[in-house]
Structures are given as structure tokens and as C-alpha cells.
């Protein structure tokens, strides 16, 4: 996805040493003027880049060639495929951390009903233990959901069904229909709801999908990916998620897959050319159950599983001069100005078949000052509109994979091109590690969900908006805006017709006739715009 996309989104992957601290790559090229909410620099910047080259021997088949065309022609994930993994060294699904919302749109309030592999949570802040708590959303008395609940005076979590409070930890603390004077039936462990482990790092609340008592201290064993970038005040850190109405794997690979964006997303920036397609080197390395890294000549992106794919542009940076002359003799040296960096940073969590979720982060230390005076709400509209703009296609394409058979996906999809390369090492690694797909346990059965109609599927109100502070706060504040606009042309309306010929002048009159035509105008234009922007918009690529 485009701004999802990154110029050229995603190179072959490169196996090294994960450590997210350290820039990726270093490329030199002139600054260019942001044009993008999710990418802020023109494709065409980087047409020039010099990658440093890996210390890494490429594994040459893993990529066919882009020149070869012949129906001979085997797609790069058919071959190397006959080794067999010990079942220690298959992909865990449930022994990960998984992301669920950023903590700047997570209202403490109220309790929070999310879904993640299949696992439906509840995420709510405890004031007395002053952090914030995952648990089942499933109330341990008739299974009501928890987040449809409250959180009482005391800090407590309450259901609203029947009023059981939980504590912190999951134990009971109320069962308001318990005798008094009678066992203490709150203190049973079947009246505690299950708690899973949980974090916030990098601004994000992370949760464990394994409530057994093993995993009670992961979190000293095994954390959420770090990126010092997100913590860093020189930074900025919008976030945005949505919800998807397509599956995990189209999701990741769909953010891997750079060659689409010209076409799939034309219209939405300026400086994209629909017949600007062209080859795109793309060099892939190690692929391993950590994952892969891959470089192309933007700059090297790594996917490490289950979650999160990312990558660094890194810009200038030293003095202009190296040393200047003071007094004509000394020579004083200029301090070296910090490189531009700038992260695209996806996380994407698999939801349940057919739904996934993204949140998207694009931290950079320069240009800082922008986000100070465009409000976050504003930077949604382009992010929004360039998930929307490839959403169906990726909601049929899904289908039509399955339909196939998902160990069918190399056979079915011919991908001969360099440009593929991001996609099939994702599907590889998929493949050898996860027997091509996610892997849900006895959740469900495989199907997927089936497609609505078009302005249910791309909604925006649902799968972004009621989670979005910034964009929830500005759909409410300009509704009212239009209410007082229409308010307003009413009243101006009412006051000329009742008012007697001559209690006020002509030039009043025609005044107020002219505010209530505008109001009224204005009102209508407003509600476009908030439907438009908060609601439902359609992409028709043939008019773009």
C-alpha cells in the first residue's frame, strides 16, 4: 500500500544481526519535499541511492531472473524446498508478543475489547497498579464480555451484567449477590478472570496470547522488538491503525511489495507515474525463522516475525566543510550536523482469517516542527485513503488464493521478476516455517468471512475512526460545527421573516439572507467532507 509503500517499499531480504538501535543503511541523496503522510520523499530520490553492499552471499534462488519470461520459468519459491524442520523448529504462533493499540488512543476511562490471533482481550488501566492490564474479555459468571463494562470509583474493572469486580491480577474483589454472611465465594479461583502478560514499549501496549502460568515472567525472557527511534524526543511518532478486512499474510506481503505502488495508488500523490513502471533490483539474502532482511536501492528492510516489518532512510549528516579558518591561521572545527533519518515502521497483527490490523509509524528527526501545526486527524486522511485504494483489490485477491489452496500459492501466483522478490521470501519463510499460513490452533476452520457490500467493506468509522482519538475528537467537533451552521441559517431564516418591514434596515436584512444562504451552504459542504473523510470513499481507479 502506497504510503504504505514505501518508494520502492521493500528490498530483498539480507539476514544480519537484529539490532534495531543501529541505522540500516546509510544513503546520500538531496533532500526532496515531503509529499507523503506515510512516505515523505518523492520515489524518483531514490533512483541514484548506493546501497553498501551485504557481507552476506546472496542465495541466488530464491530470486528468478526479471528478464526470463518462458512458461519454463519456476517461481523462486518452488525451489530449495525439500529440507524438513523438526517440529522445535516451526514457527510458534502463541509464543510471541503481538501488539494491540497505541497508548495515545486508549482512553483510560473505559475498558477496551480488541481481538488478536483469534484471542479477544480486554485492555483497561489500573489506576492502582498504575499501568495498563490485558485480560480474557470473558467474565467468569456467564461469559459476558468485560469491555463492554466500566471501571468503578475504586479502580476496579466491573462487569455491567451482573457487577463482579476484578482487581488488577484477575481476582475476583465483588460478587454483589453473594450472602453476606456466607463463604467468601468472590475468593474461588473460578471467579478470577485469566490475565495475560503484557507491556508498553515504544509507546504501544504488547500482550503475550498465553495466559499459563509459565509465561507469568516472559517478559524477563523475551521482549517486544525495540526501536530506540520511538522513545527518541528528536523524533516525531504519529501513529496510525485500522482495521483490515483482508487477512495477515495479503497484509504483510502487500507492505512488501513495492512495484504496485505507481499503479494501485495513483492519484493520491503527486509525483507518482502509472506507466512509470520499471525493474526493480532487489537482492535477497538469508531467510531463517527470525525472519529476513532485505536491501534494495532505498535501504534495507527486515521482517522480524510475527509482527513487524520496517526499514531506515538515513540522509546528509557531517559538516559542510569539515573545518574553517578563524583569524586566518586557526583552524576551528564545525561540528557535524546529525544525519536525517527517517523509519517506516508497519506492525501487523493477524486478527482472525480474512481481518488483520495495522499500526503504521513513520518517526523522523527533521521537519519536526510540522507536526505541531497539522494535526494528527489530518495526516489520517491520506494515510485512510491509501489503504482504500488497493483494499478490494487485496480483499478478492485473497479469495482467489484460498480458492487455489493456500499450499498452492507458488503454482497459482507466477512471480517471475526481481520485483517479487519481497513477496516470495515472505511466502518461503511462510511456507517452510508455518506450513504457508497462520497458524490459529482449533479457532476456526479456515474460512474466510464473506465479502459485504462495498461501502461496509470499506468503511472508515468502524475500523479506524471510534479507535482513533485525533480522528474520533474531529469527527465530533466538526459534526457540531455543521449543527451550529444549520442552527444558524435556521435562525437567520426565522428572524427576517419575522421580523416587520422597518424595524431593521435593508442592508441587515440582506445581510442575514446572505449569512443563512452561506451557513446553509456550508453545512452541506461540511457534511460531504465528514463523510467523505470519516465515513465511506470509495476509490475508482479508472478515474484517477
Known amino acids: 500500500m502506497e504510503a504504505l509503500r514505501a518508494p520502492s517499499l521493500v528490498s ?32 524518483s530520490s531514490y533512483s541514484t541511492t548506493h546501497f553498501t553492499k551485504s557481507k552476506f552471499k546472496n542465495l541466488n534462488y530464491v530470486i528468478s531472473p526479471s528478464t526470463t519470461t518462458s512458461s519454463s520459468t519456476t517461481s523462486p519459491i518452488e525451489e530449495d524446498e525439500t529440507e524438513t524442520l523438526d517440529e522445535n523448529e516451526k514457527f510458534d504462533w502463541l509464543s510471541q508478543w503481538y501488539a494491540i493499540m497505541p497508548v495515545c488512543d486508549l482512553d483510560k476511562r473505559v ?31 456467564r461469559l459476558a464480555p468485560l469491555s463492554e463494562g466500566r471501571i468503578d470509583q475504586w479502580g476496579r474493572l466491573q462487569c455491567v451484567y451482573h457487577g463482579w469486580c476484578f482487581g488488577g491480577s484477575g481476582d475476583c474483589k465483588l460478587i454483589p449477590q453473594a450472602p453476606r454472611d456466607g463463604p467468601p465465594l468472590h475468593t474461588f479461583q473460578k471467579a478470577c478472570v485469566a490475565v495475560y502478560p503484557s507491556t508498553v514499549q515504544n509507546g504501544i501496549v504488547w500482550f503475550w496470547p498465553n495466559t499459563d502460568p509459565q509465561y507469568k515472567d516472559i517478559l524477563t525472557k523475551k521482549k517486544p522488538p ?112 546529525p544525519p536525517r533519518s527517517v523509519l517506516l515502521i508497519f506492525i501487523c497483527m493477524p486478527v482472525s482469517p480474512g481481518n488483520s490490523r495495522l499500526i503504521f509509524i513513520s518517526p523522523r528527526n527533521f521537519g519536526v516542527w510540522i507536526d505541531r501545526l497539522v494535526s494528527r486527524w489530518m495526516y489520517h ?29 507458488q503454482k497459482a501466483c507466477f512471480v517471475p521478476t526481481k520485483a517479487d522478490a519481497n513477496v516470495v521470501a515472505f511466502r518461503k519463510w511462510l511456507k517452510k516455517y508455518s506450513d504457508g499460513q497462520v497458524q490459529w490452533g482449533n479457532k476456526f476452520d479456515g474460512s474466510l468471512p464473506p ?93 484517477r
Open 12 to 43: 530483498p531480504p539480507s539476514f544480519t544481526k537484529r539490532d534495531l538501535s543501529k541505522p540500516i543503511s546509510t544513503l546520500q541523496f538531496p533532500h526532496k519535499k515531503p509529499i507523503s503522510p506515510f512516505f515523505p520523499y518523492h520515489p
Open 111 to 141: 475498558p477496551h475489547g480488541k481481538k488478536v490471533m483469534g484471542v479477544d482481550v480486554v485492555v483497561w488501566w489500573d489506576k492502582n497498579d498504575d499501568e495498563w492490564k490485558v485480560f480474557d474479555d470473558s467474565c467468569p459468571h
Open 226 to 337: 525495540y526501536i530506540p527511534e520511538l522513545d527518541d524526543p528528536s523524533f516525531t511518532r504519529q501513529m496510525f491503525t485500522r482495521d483490515i478486512p483482508y487477512g495477515y499474510e495479503i497484509l504483510t506481503e502487500n507492505l512488501m511489495d513495492p512495484a504496485h505502488v505507481p499503479y494501485a495508488h495513483y492519484g493520491i500523490m503527486r509525483g507518482l507515474d502509472r506507466e512509470g513502471g520499471r525493474p526493480l533490483e532487489i537482492n535477497v539474502n538469508k531467510i531463517d525463522k527470525d525472519g529476513f532482511t532485505a536491501s534494495q536501492s532505498n535501504g534495507q528492510w527486515n521482517f522480524i516475525p510475527p509482527c513487524l516489518f520496517y526499514g531506515r532512510v538515513t540522509m546528509g549528516g557531517g559538516s559542510d566543510n569539515g573545518s574553517a579558518a578563524s583569524g586566518g591561521t586557526t583552524k576551528v572545527k564545525v561540528p557535524e550536523k
Open 381 to 409: 486522511i491520506g494515510q485512510n485513503l491509501i489503504i482504500d485504494s488497493d483494499l478490494y483489490l487485496l480483499h478478492v485477491e485473497e479469495k482467489k488464493v484460498l480458492e487455489a489452496g493456500l499450499e498452492n500459492w
Open 451 to 543: 465479502t459485504p457490500p462495498r461501502e461496509v467493506l470499506l468503511d472508515r468509522y468502524w475500523s479506524h475512526v471510534v479507535n482513533c482519538s485525533s480522528c474520533n475528537a474531529a469527527y465530533k467537533g466538526l459534526n457540531a460545527i455543521e449543527v451550529s451552521l444549520q442552527v444558524f441559517s435556521l435562525a437567520s431564516v426565522a428572524i427576517v421573516a419575522a421580523t416587520k418591514q422597518g424595524m431593521i434596515s435593508v442592508a441587515a436584512r440582506n445581510t442575514l439572507v446572505v449569512a443563512a444562504v452561506l451557513c446553509f451552504v456550508g453545512s452541506k459542504w461540511l457534511s460531504h467532507f465528514i463523510y467523505k473523510t470519516f465515513r465511506y470513499h470509495d476509490y475508482n481507479h479508472a478515474f
